[in-house]
């Protein structure tokens, strides 16, 4: 049975960061394939992300990547997607952060940015989060201890703060909003892709979620040779 579709009833926008890059979406686990291989894996990604977020009712939806990029990944972008470029690299909190606040500046009453090494998520994740973010400044998404798969944001100073760490790990994130006295609420606890220990790992997570990630599925099935070399 397909997810039923998430409904909301603010101006809400969410925003997808997107790589082409292996490195920036797979992390350690792109270097266990060639370059064709980790390609085709970085684009089921992106296909299968985007599948989970055309489910939300009510939100507009935005894809953002370097400017050099967005024309390839425009390609498997649907129709009702914003296509935006990013003014440094969009694994960057800067970048991330930069996003957030332009969407603000269109009067969205609240953001959410996916990062460009989260797994898909189904919609109703991404939806619960927006939710959060009404009673909160800033809203994250990821491991305890570890880096951020989603952060989110309601003005200004919160997207701002977003900006302001190295790094986009939970801890880092939290210590910025305690030092600027912004809230934080905690959206469901996600893995990265660069979590899994490797690509067999990665396997039995998209084996065990086929609705979520058919695409991912797809490519596993086609390449069972190359993963399992890769885990030896």
Request: glycine share 8%; with cysteine; hydrophobic share 45%.
């Amino acid at each position: 049975m397909s997810e039923p579709r998430q409904r909301t009833t603010d101006r809400l926008a969410v925003v997808l960061l997107a790589s082409a890059e292996p490195a920036a979406v797979l992390g350690h686990l792109g270097r266990q394939l060639d370059a064709a291989g980790a390609n085709d894996l970085v684009r089921a990604r992106l296909v299968d992300t985007i599948s989970g977020l055309i489910r939300l009712d009510g939100v507009n939806l935005a894809i953002a990547a370097d400017a050099a990029e967005l024309p390839g990944l425009s390609r498997v972008v649907p129709s009702g997607f914003d296509l935006m470029t990013t003014d440094a690299p969009v694994t960057s909190p800067s970048a991330i952060a930069g996003t957030v606040r332009a969407l603000l500046d269109r009067r969205f009453a609240r953001v959410v940015a996916i990062l460009p090494g989260s797994v898909p998520l189904p919609a109703r994740i991404v939806a619960t989060a927006l939710a959060v973010g009404a009673s909160v400044d800033l809203t994250i998404g990821g491991m305890p201890g570890g880096r951020c798969y989603l952060v989110g944001a309601r003005d200004h100073q919160s997207a701002t703060a977003i900006g302001e760490g190295e790094e986009l790990s939970v801890a880092a994130v939290r210590l910025i909003a305690e030092q600027r006295g912004l809230t934080v609420g905690l959206a469901e606890p996600r893995r990265l892709l660069d979590d899994f220990s490797d690509l067999d790992a990665l396997r039995v997570f998209v084996e065990t979620n086929t609705e979520l990630c058919p695409e991912m599925w797809h490519w596993f099935s086609s390449n069972a040779a190359a993963v399992s070399g890769s885990s030896t």
